[in-house]
T-cell receptor, first 117, second 112 residues
Framework: GAVVSQHPSRVICKSGTSVKIECRSL??????MFWYRQFPKQSLMLMAT?????????EQGVEKDKFLINHASLTLSTLTVTSAHPEDSSFYIC?????????????FGSGTQLSVL | GESVGLHLPTLSVQEGDNSIINCAYS??????FIWYKQESGKGPQFIID?????DKRQGQRVTVLLNKTVKHLSLQIAATQPGDSAVYFC???????????FGAGTTVTVRA
């Protein structure tokens, strides 16, 4: 089946640094990927939609200059948390839209736990 | 979009019994619903989905029921096993854009 790979699985960084998270679709091309954030014991909140070859669309309240999204190829989207602060510590999850064979499915990555000190 | 919510935040079930997890949604325009299972520190895992033109769909040991009249969704797990212990989320979508809105989640704990 389709697999979405997310890297790194865990990252610890100092306040003020930037962190890049990668999301790859391993056996299908994904023109659309999604980025979610999940705080402990809470649900997933959609941050933005990553569109291959065009700008990402951000949900209300999500700072586009803070969370930079690049979808430069059909299999890779990256989320960069710029100038990270402790309040950005969260579990970040990507998903990719698989539209092969006339059927649509959404597959999730395994998540990235970001801890900002 | 409007939020999707769950009736019960936790569910404790005896191994071998059936589990029922409920979800209420408020967006009447939603036409696609998915149940996910999330284990600690991992991403959501697809369980089963259903479109609004159906009211029931069965998978392996799981059944999803959709009642559009009262905007209610449920997930039934037959013969619950220890490996079923996880947080379960319902998610809804309209317009086919796959921008999912997730419910709050129900933590299922299976007692041996």
């Amino acid at each position: 089946g389709a697999v979405v790979s997310q890297h790194p699985s865990r990252v610890i960084c100092k306040s003020g640094t930037s962190v890049k998270i990668e999301c790859r679709s391993l056996d299908f091309q994904a023109t659309t990927m999604f980025w979610y954030r999940q705080f402990p014991k809470q649900s997933l909140m959609l941050m933005a939609t990553s569109n291959e070859g065009s700008k990402a669309t951000y949900e209300q309240g999500v700072e586009k200059d803070k969370f930079l999204i690049n979808h430069a190829s059909l299999t890779l989207s990256t989320l960069t948390v710029t100038s990270a602060h402790p309040e950005d510590s969260s579990f970040y999850i990507c998903s990719a839209r698989d539209r092969r064979n006339g059927q649509e499915k959404l597959f999730f990555g395994s998540g990235t736990q970001l801890s900002v000190l | 979009g409007e939020s999707v919510g769950l009736h019960l935040p936790t569910l404790s079930v005896q191994e071998g019994d059936n589990s029922i997890i409920n979800c209420a949604y408020s967006n009447s325009a939603s036409d696609y619903f998915i149940w996910y299972k999330q284990e600690s520190g991992k991403g959501p895992q697809f369980i089963i989905d259903i479109r609004s033109n159906m009211d029931k769909r069965q998978g392996q040991r799981v059944t999803v029921l959709l009642n559009k009249t009262v905007k209610h969704l449920s997930l039934q797990i037959a013969a619950t096993q220890p490996g079923d212990s996880a947080v379960y989320f319902c998610a809804e979508n309209e317009m086919g854009d796959y921008k999912l809105s997730f419910g709050a989640g129900t933590t299922v704990t299976v007692r041996a």
